[in-house]
């Protein structure tokens, strides 16, 4: 049993807000099973000094809700355990405890919340400055990696391709989301012969984040890789309010969804190049005048007869970045802990 009289005596200027960030990473704040913590008791409570010592959340469990040591019956599937200086306990619901302890309970449960916050947010902070090295190793790998730059290329031979009267023209459908109108799909050619095959739907650009107008993804990465720095040493520092740890934590958060944002525009050079959507672009480019343009396989492309020139997807293109990903997500998502011990 804790050294009661030494908590209690700590109690009045806030028994959580005196334990050390180490002492809560250590501490136990809630219970599946209240009812087996030593010293509980049905009986009215001790008309003593308390403290809010746990959570409990018995919803599912098959022993049945907890008993409030108020409403005299098991009705309850979250409440606290009250400890008091004499070493009792007892289960009591949130709106029972507010409603007999009023202000006092609510200064106290304040109080318990905020240790049980800060645990949390200290944890992953930890976790994350632990494993910086390792994710800006990787996201510096992601930016060297060559399909970096091949997602470039194709999107600059693709302009070529279209040439400076076309190309500004698909950019700006590309960027307001607009609809290709279907035509003759996919051409085998043979020689001089080109045979057209099916027909495609109406439809937008898929792929369209390959065409559209912003920062490349070099430079997005480079802007994700300063600024993930920054947020690190930030949480590197020491005596961080809780507050400026979970900012930290939120925009860690943000850059790994900027990061999958970034491979999920890479994706986009596949989706661009299948054969339904290079017969809308195909059959959009020829409405304006290049009668030359089909659509090619082994790998589908566009080609146009009369300029002798083609442009398709590169060669053995993959994504980078899975590894930085999961790597970002261990560090800034808690995972289940161990159990810890009860408050001392």
């Not at 050079?269 to 290079?278: K, M, S």
Request: net charge neutral; proline share 5%; hydrophobic share 40%.
């Amino acid at each position: 049993m804790a050294n009661l009289d030494a908590l209690f005596d700590r109690t009045g200027g806030g028994y959580w807000k005196s334990r050390s960030d180490d002492e809560l990473l250590q501490t136990q704040f809630t219970t599946d099973d209240p009812e087996s913590l030593e010293s509980v008791s049905d009986d009215p409570p001790p008309d003593e000094e308390a403290t809010v010592e746990l959570a409990y959340d018995v919803a599912g469990r098959d022993a049945g809700r907890a008993q409030c040591v108020f409403c005299r019956y098991p009705n309850h599937d979250k409440g606290v355990v009250m400890l008091f200086r004499s070493g009792q306990r007892r289960l009591v619901g949130r709106d029972c405890a507010r409603k007999h302890y009023g202000v006092a309970f609510d200064a106290m449960a304040r109080d318990f919340d905020a240790a049980q916050d800060r645990a949390s947010y200290v944890e992953r902070q930890r976790r994350a400055v632990s494993e910086r090295h390792d994710i800006v190793a990787l996201l510096r790998a992601m930016r060297a990696d060559p399909a970096i730059r091949e997602f470039s290329d194709t999107r600059r031979r693709l302009r070529d391709f279209m040439g400076p009267k076309l190309w500004p023209r698909f950019e700006r459908m590309a960027d307001q989301g607009e609809i290709l109108g279907g035509g003759p799909a996919t051409a085998l050619r043979n020689g001089q012969l080109t045979i057209l095959i099916g027909s495609s739907r109406p439809g937008g650009i898929a792929g369209a984040d390959l065409v559209r107008t912003g920062p490349s993804v070099a430079q997005r990465l480079e802007a994700i890789e300063a600024e993930l720095e920054t947020v690190i040493a930030g949480l590197r520092g020491a005596g961080n309010a809780t507050r400026e740890i979970r900012s930290g934590l939120v925009r860690l958060v943000e850059l790994l969804k900027a990061v999958e944002a970034e491979r999920v525009r890479m994706r986009s050079v596949t989706a661009f190049f299948e054969d339904a959507n290079l017969g809308r672009v195909a059959h959009w480019m020829r409405s304006f005048g290049r009668n030359g343009v089909a659509v090619d396989v082994l790998p589908y492309r566009l080609v146009d007869d009369h300029a002798r020139s083609e442009c398709g997807p590169p060669k053995d293109y993959t994504i980078p970045g899975k590894s930085l990903v999961a790597a970002m997500r261990e560090a800034v998502v808690l995972a289940p802990q161990t159990k810890r011990r009860r408050a001392a």
